[in-house]
């Protein structure tokens, strides 16, 4: 099969190396382009199966570039897939489309993702290729066997039965090729969905918790009322991990691997995983009481184990017996993992199991032995990607007939410091003359929020300004009325917080900014990576020991 031409565009090197790394792996020819220009001089000079196109660009950008190429009539059902940093509104992706794009892909970039989709395209140009070909080749066939009709109608009946089942075949290729690429296009379209709606709840659970909080403080003794408010606040800080997940799930947040106690990872979501799975399994663990700490991210841990447990119960159709078992091992011969101490965590089910070619191709993205609306072929490959991400690998044996048995080498956590200063103690050892009443401009586009956390700063002594967006906050700032601190939200309309921290940091060296998202992560730093930040929903605690924190790191700045 001879590989195509996949043409990369991106003014910055370091991304097109990216891609480079990302895409090596199937084969093709890579063929890299660091301007609109440059990219239409490989274009005259080669033919291409698939582009990938950097939406923002200095000279010019994605949109213009992409227009331009579909006026060349060689290019005008070429597959095309814009890359875009930032979130993109409908609007956006509409006028995307319009240009001629066929997809989308959002960074960072989901390396699975980016070749299952090029590899769609670029299949289907191999196979359009390889379509017209045969067609060419048809007609020349057709043409000679018409010439010989009155002695081969038989050769002729025979040569029109075959070209039917090619192009039955055709078409069923296409379909499947079609039928994956929809799969992809809306996993990304849930996930952006997913990754909203956890947004905007984490605003709701600001204003809920924050209300929860100073309202118990207020509450007279009395055992009921105080039952009450804190089921109310277990409800709300539940719902805050629901949105952690959802955030997980939409790759929203980054990896952040910390030591973990795996035995009591495991017995917190034991619950959890229980009444995902419903009656008929039994849940067994083999975990040691010794076990060493892993060093993985937790939630993504949680919810790896909540996919291989659900795909155990779905391959035991009449019930069975799940176990899990931790062990410790040390890796010292050359393989695929490197040397150093591991653990593997294995889950192990009693279902009907999987033959060799199943097991070879499990882990690959898209592919499901489940039948259609019951599964993606997604989730053992973000499993294979956690462990990958996290330093190990994962494992996977079958016996038909049998069972299957997952496994999850994880490194551990070596040297970890688990001790740390509190947090809350050290910004008085570094300010002690800070005032304990500071005059604070709270800036948030939601008022719930924006009034929830006013009174929580107040509630700690401090005087506060509200600001309904950062247009509205840098004229107060511009009017003279000095402030000790600005805490601000991020995703607001117009300018974000981001932005408005940077004009504030420009213009009021002196004033600290405490930035917030109802987002885990905020990859736009732009400079900004040390600035104080806070993930919604915030307790009015860790509230104090921001502003405490802030403010102390930049008296000691000064």
Not at 63 to 84: D, G, K
Not at 146 to 164: C, H, I
Not at 284 to 293: C, E, M, S, T, V
Not at 516 to 521: D, F, K, L, T
Request: hydrophobic share 45%; charged share 25%; with cysteine.
């Amino acid at each position: 099969m001879d590989p195509v031409n996949i043409l990369l565009v991106d003014d910055q090197p370091a991304k097109l190396l990216s891609y480079e790394v990302v895409l090596q792996e199937l084969g093709e020819n890579l063929i890299k382009a660091q301007s609109g220009r440059e990219a239409l001089e490989h274009l005259l000079r080669n033919d291409i199966a698939v582009i990938l196109v950097d939406v923002c660009m200095p000279e010019q950008d994605g949109f213009e570039l992409v227009s331009m190429i579909r006026e060349h009539p060689r290019y005008q059902h070429t597959a095309i897939i814009f890359v875009s940093a930032v979130m993109m509104a409908e609007p956006d992706r509409l006028r995307g489309y319009a240009a001629g794009a066929v997809d989308y892909v959002s960074v960072p970039i989901v390396p699975e993702v980016l070749r299952a989709k090029v590899r769609v395209f670029a299949d289907l140009y191999r196979k359009t290729r390889e379509l017209e070909r045969l067609n060419a080749d048809l007609e020349d066939r057709v043409r000679e066997r018409t010439a010989e009709l009155e002695a081969s109608s038989n050769q002729l009946r025979q040569l029109n039965e075959e070209l039917e089942e090619r192009i039955d075949q055709r078409t069923r290729e296409r379909e499947e090729a079609l039928a994956q690429l929809f799969e992809a296009q809306k996993l990304d379209t849930i996930g952006q969905l997913t990754g909203g709606v956890a947004h905007d709840f984490n605003n709701l659970l600001m204003a809920v918790l924050g209300s929860l909080n100073l309202l118990k403080k207020r509450l007279p003794t009395d055992e009921k009322s105080e039952r009450l408010v804190a089921n109310a606040i277990q409800a709300a800080e539940r719902g805050a991990a629901l949105t952690q997940r959802l955030l997980a799930f939409a790759r929203r947040q980054e990896l952040k691997p910390h030591a973990v106690d795996f035995a009591e990872l495991f017995e917190n979501i034991q619950d959890l995983l229980s009444k995902a799975l419903g009656p008929g399994v039994d849940i067994r663990k083999d975990i040691p009481p010794r076990l060493p700490q892993l060093l993985v991210d937790s939630n993504q841990l949680e919810l790896a184990l909540l996919n291989l447990f659900v795909n155990a119960r779905d391959a035991m159709t009449g019930g069975g017996t799940i176990m899990v078992s931790a062990e410790e091992k040390d890796v010292t011969r050359a393989s695929s993992l490197t040397a150093g101490r591991y653990v593997r965590l294995s889950v192990s089910d009693t279902g009907e199991g999987m033959d060799e070619a199943t097991v070879t191709r499990a882990a690959e993205p898209f592919f499901t032995t489940k039948g259609p609306g019951k599964g993606t072929g997604l989730g053992l490959s973000m499993v294979h990607g956690l462990a990958a991400q996290s330093g190990g690998i994962l494992d996977l044996s079958s016996v038909k007939g049998e069972g299957t048995t997952v496994s999850l080498w994880l490194p551990i956590a070596e040297d970890v410091v688990t001790t740390a200063p509190s947090p809350e103690a050290a910004p008085q050892d570094v300010a002690p003359n800070m005032p304990n009443a500071l005059t604070v401009l709270v800036v948030d586009d939601d008022a719930l929020v924006s009034m929830g956390t006013s009174a929580m700063l107040e509630d700690l002594g401090h005087v506060t300004t509200e600001a309904s967006s950062a247009a509205a906050a840098l004229e107060i700032l511009n009017s003279g009325q000095r402030f000790d601190l600005v805490i601000t939200d991020h995703a607001m309309p117009g300018m974000t917080g981001a932005e408005l921290a940077r004009l504030i940091i420009g213009s009021y060296p002196s004033l600290p900014v405490i930035l917030a998202s109802g987002y885990v992560e905020l990859h736009e730093d732009h400079g900004l990576s040390d600035l104080p930040r806070m993930t919604k929903p915030f307790t009015q605690e860790q509230l104090q020991t921001a502003v405490h924190r802030a403010v102390a790191e930049r008296a000691s700045a000064a």
